[in-house]
T-cell receptor, first 113, second 117 residues
């Protein structure tokens, strides 16, 4: 089955700095890679996703890159703000509606003012 | 956008009682829904895959008789924690994908905090 590794487990940055979270996956059949933000006591919220036919996707301050050959993908947050503080999870799956997501262990991001 | 609604958001129950958690897809049909459990400061652990009109598929180590799943319609799945004990206290989260549409994201409910006393 799929195995997703995520690093770092915690990340502290100053407001305005950039934050990078990295994930690797094991199953070459995976072709869908979402990133979720989870605030305390809430369910995960999708912030960006990428599919295997592209290498990079950007949405305002958030970007994701994918290297299928190396089986790794990364989340980049620029100009971080205190409200970006949360736990971020990467995941991998195939795109079928019947496929499960395999999650990384999460990264707690703390953005200090 | 698509919304998955989970109810209740929190529940406290006495040891030995049963608790039902509902998960609804509000504006799309989900043949398949997923139930996760999350302990503090940990990732989401898949418990079972709920299939409309058929039996759920449970992950290894998850007790089928303890965590009863019913997916009676294309928009509703329920998880019942039977004979709950304090060790069942956790954050339970459901998820759904619009099964008939390709390239679709997974939507999550807001989670249910279960505390067994």
């Amino acid at each position: 089955g799929e195995n997703v590794e995520q690093h770092p487990s915690t990340l502290s940055v100053q407001e305005g700095d950039s934050a990078v979270i990295k994930c690797t996956y094991s199953d070459s059949a995976s072709n869908y890679f979402p990133w979720y933000k989870q605030e305390l006591g809430k369910g995960p919220q999708l912030i960006i996703d990428i599919r295997s036919n592209v290498g990079e996707k950007k949405d305002q301050r958030i970007a994701v890159t994918l290297n299928k050959t190396a089986k790794h993908f990364s989340l980049h947050i620029t100009e971080t703000q205190p409200e970006d503080s949360a736990v971020y999870f990467c995941a991998a799956s195939t795109e079928s509606g019947y496929s499960t997501l395999t999650f990384g262990k999460g990264t707690m991001l703390l953005v200090s003012p | 956008g698509a919304v998955v609604s989970q109810h209740p958001s929190w529940v406290i129950c006495k040891s030995g009682t049963s608790v039902k958690i509902e998960c609804r897809s509000l504006d799309f049909q989900a043949t398949t829904m997923f139930w996760y459990r999350q302990f503090p400061k940990q990732s989401l652990m898949l418990m079972a895959t709920s299939n409309e009109g058929s039996k759920a598929t449970y992950e290894q180590g998850v007790e089928k008789d303890k965590f009863l799943i019913n997916h009676a319609s294309l928009t509703l799945s329920t998880l019942t924690v039977t004979s709950a004990h304090p060790e069942d206290s956790s954050f339970y989260i459901c998820s759904a994908r619009e099964s008939t549409v390709m390239n679709t994201e997974a939507f999550f409910g807001q989670g249910t905090r279960l505390t067994v006393v």
